[in-house]
């Protein structure tokens, strides 16, 4: 309760100053545990969900530049929400929420599990370890250095990855998330954006400058085909962009990208590198993080 008052207090005082500002959320998994993929629960979530509605301007993430840019002393500030991969909450908790509230989302996609369950990395990683607590080809990888070796893999050249990727397929027990089949992108389609996030999910970083065109475009015409719907923005996998990355995006045509940097929109966004955070995974958690965020931002008067 203390915290939510505090959030409340600095919102408030935050919308009683002028400025250019604005928040893109970005979330993952709903409901089921992990420890890789940020999940937030379902009941927490509904409950975000309802303090956004209540509190904030819910935007289309197509229209938060220029939400943010045309914010006046006194608006509340917009927020944009947003979903990455390709995981089977986004149809089965999410949308039907966003629906019920009327509130606009996109959902960016890689297309990989259009023909069937197709895990990531990540999540062999993540079930090999609850199911043995050790990964026997990580040597010492258990449940407390889980994030570590993630991160290592997440640094390594795609070639490399992709050949931990396949020892990870190969021991990884049976189950996980079934992702999204065709139909379920129709359906997301009907309401909601639909972005591209790469076929494979390689950090830019992590891919040589020739192969960049490959990684922004190989896959999405599979998925703008899944939505019927032409595709037109883009999530950096992992949230890491460069301008190599944005070069990239720029020349295939995208009109907006989003990276993974936890600050605020301001007045002069560059529409290929928009900022988001990560949701917090608590009720009060998110409510602290929004009002933080723009009294950061409105402190400097909306400008970077």
């Known amino acids: 309760m203390r915290a939510a008052v505090h959030a409340g207090i600095l919102r408030r005082l935050a919308e009683r100053r002028p400025g250019a500002a604005g928040i893109v959320l970005v979330y993952h998994r709903i409901g089921a545990p992990a420890t890789l993929d940020t999940p937030v629960g379902e009941q927490v979530f509904l409950r975000q969900l309802r303090h956004l509605v209540d509190a904030y301007r819910v935007v289309a993430p197509r229209d938060v530049v220029d939400a943010a840019r045309d914010r006046r002393r006194g608006d509340r500030f917009p927020v944009a929400i947003t979903f990455d991969d390709d995981v089977e909450s986004h149809a089965r908790v999410a949308a039907p929420a966003l629906r019920a509230h009327g509130v606009p989302a996109a959902f960016f996609l890689t297309g990989r599990t259009l023909d069937g369950p197709a895990p990531f990395w990540w999540d062999d990683l993540e079930r090999i370890v609850r199911h043995d607590g050790v990964a026997p080809e990580l040597p010492g990888v258990g449940p407390s250095g889980i994030r570590?070796?993630?991160?290592?893999?997440?640094?390594?050249?795609?070639?490399?990855?992709?050949?931990?990727?396949?020892?990870?397929?190969?021991?990884?027990?049976?189950?996980?998330?079934?992702?999204?089949?065709?139909?379920?992108?129709?359906?997301?389609?009907?309401d909601f954006e639909i972005g591209f996030h790469t076929r494979t999910h390689d950090p830019p970083a992590t891919v040589p400058e020739a192969a960049l065109p490959s990684l922004v475009q190989e896959g999405r015409d599979a998925v703008a085909a899944a939505a019927g719907t032409e595709i037109v923005s883009f999530a950096y996998p992992h949230g890491r962009a460069d301008e190599r990355a944005a070069t990239a995006v720029r020349n295939a045509g995208y009109e907006r990208a989003y990276t993974g940097a936890a600050t605020p929109v301001l007045a002069d966004a560059d529409p290929l590198l928009v900022p988001?955070?990560?949701?917090?995974?608590?009720?009060?958690?998110?409510?602290?993080?929004?009002?933080r965020a723009v009294t950061a931002a409105t402190a400097t008067g909306g400008r970077s």
Do not use: C, K, M, W
């Open 148 to 190: 570590e070796a993630a991160r290592a893999i997440e640094a390594l050249a795609p070639a490399e990855r992709d050949a931990v990727s396949a020892e990870l397929r190969r021991v990884a027990p049976p189950g996980g998330d079934h992702g999204l089949a065709t139909a379920d992108v129709r359906g997301l389609a009907r």
């Open 276 to 291: 988001r955070y990560e949701a917090a995974t608590t009720e009060d958690g998110l409510r602290l993080q929004l009002a």
